[in-house]
């Protein structure tokens, strides 16, 4: 009956930016970009990895992030290949590791951000 997650729906502060750390860094090929008319959305962008489907969609006047913990989605996983070439690419292209890679025994596992600091973890198996 349900076959899989479609998508995961991201709110970015500045969309243009999303879309060239998603499509530059990580290889996300851009699928459907549209602006709409239905306040307070303006714009939807559908962003596709391996299958994995991103939708960004920009609101009027956005509200960053709260630092506090909070019920909610609280960050989506990234598979490497190999956590060491991907971690040294990252630092490449700028991108901080939040949190460095530790071996959870069969996986290896770290995190960083992306452009508005929502997490992303980088999950060896």
Known sequence: M????????????????????????????LKMRKKVDSPPLE?????????????????????PPSKVPQVGYRMMAIEVEDMDKAVEYLKSKGVEISTPPVSLGPSKRGEIKDPDGLLIELRQW
């Open 2 to 29: 349900f076959k899989k997650i479609d998508h995961v729906e991201i709110t970015p502060s500045d969309m243009d930016r999303t879309i060239r750390f998603y499509t530059e860094i990580f290889g996300f090929a």
């Open 43 to 63: 714009e939807v962008c559908f962003l596709e990895l391996g299958g994995t489907v991103l939708e960004l969609v920009s609101v009027k006047n956005p509200v």
